[in-house]
C-alpha cells in the first residue's frame, strides 16, 4: 500500500512498502545516518546482535504485514528514501491499538516531514485499518520528537521508566496516545495543517525582526 500526503510548502511526502530494489539506496541512507540515529534505537540486552541482511529484513517486513501485526513503510519524497515509519506491535479484538515507531534523515530534520509521516500513518490506522488507539513512546531527551507529538495534540501518558533498552542501556520513555474520539470527525493531517497555518500567522503577525 502507497499513501501521499501533501504538504502545505514542500513536495509529496510519500509512505510505501520497502522493496528489494531499495537495497542500496536504503543501506546507504542508513550509513549515512548511524550516529544521527544510535542514540535512539532500540539495541539488545544480550549482546551485540547480527544485523539483518536486507532480503531477509523485507521478508520479515511483509510476513509480519501479511499477519497483520506490522505495517512497515518507508519514507519518501522528492524521488529519494529519507526515513522510516512502521505501525508496529497491532493488537486487535477489544484493543485495537498500535505503536508508532519512526526515524528520519539528518538531512532533512526541521522540514516537516516527521510530523506529516506520523499523521499520515495515524489516519490510516483510524481510518484504514479501524484502530482505535495510536501510542509513542519518546525519550525524554528526544526533544526533536517529543516537538512532533505536541504538533500534532497527542496526549501525555506519563513516564515508564526503564521501558526500552537502547545504545546500551534501559531509557525511560514517556508515553503519547491518541484515540479516534480525540479527532471529532477531523484528521490527525488536518490537525498537523492547522498546527502550521497558525505558525505562520503567528510568525507573520511578529513581523521582521
Given at each position: 500500500m502507497t499513501i501521499t500526503a501533501r504538504r502545505v510548502d514542500g513536495a509529496p511526502v510519500i509512505l510505501r512498502p520497502l522493496r528489494r530494489?531499495?537495497?542500496k539506496e536504503w543501506e546507504a541512507l542508513r550509513a549515512q545516518n548511524i550516529e544521527w540515529l544510535r542514540r535512539w534505537e532500540a539495541t539488545s540486552p544480550e549482546g551485540v546482535a547480527t544485523p539483518m541482511a536486507f532480503r531477509q529484513l523485507v521478508r520479515q517486513f511483509d510476513r509480519e504485514a501479511n499477519e497483520g501485526r506490522l505495517q512497515p513503510f518507508v519514507i519518501e519524497t522528492e524521488g529519494r528514501l529519507v526515513g522510516q515509519m512502521h505501525l508496529?506491535?497491532?493488537?486487535?479484538?477489544?484493543?485495537r491499538c498500535a505503536s508508532a515507531g519512526y526515524w528520519v534523515a539528518e538531512s532533512v530534520a526541521g522540514q516537516g516531514i516527521m510530523p506529516l509521516a506520523l499523521a499520515t500513518a495515524c489516519d490510516h490506522a483510524f481510518v484504514g485499518l479501524g484502530l482505535h488507539r495510536v501510542e509513542v513512546n519518546i525519550r525524554p531527551e528526544n526533544t526533536a520528537s517529543l516537538r512532533v507529538v505536541e504538533k500534532l495534540g497527542f496526549r501525555d501518558e506519563g513516564?515508564?521508566?526503564?521501558y526500552l533498552h537502547?545504545?546500551?542501556e534501559w531509557r525511560d520513555h514517556r508515553t503519547f496516545a491518541l484515540i479516534t474520539e480525540d479527532l471529532?470527525?477531523?484528521s490527525v493531517v488536518e490537525r498537523w495543517n492547522h498546527w502550521q497555518h497558525q505558525s505562520l500567522q503567528r510568525h507573520t503577525e511578529a513581523g521582521p525582526r
Open positions: 530494489k531499495d537495497r508496529f506491535g497491532i493488537a486487535w479484538g477489544s484493543l513516564l515508564r521508566l526503564h537502547i545504545d546500551g471529532v470527525g477531523s
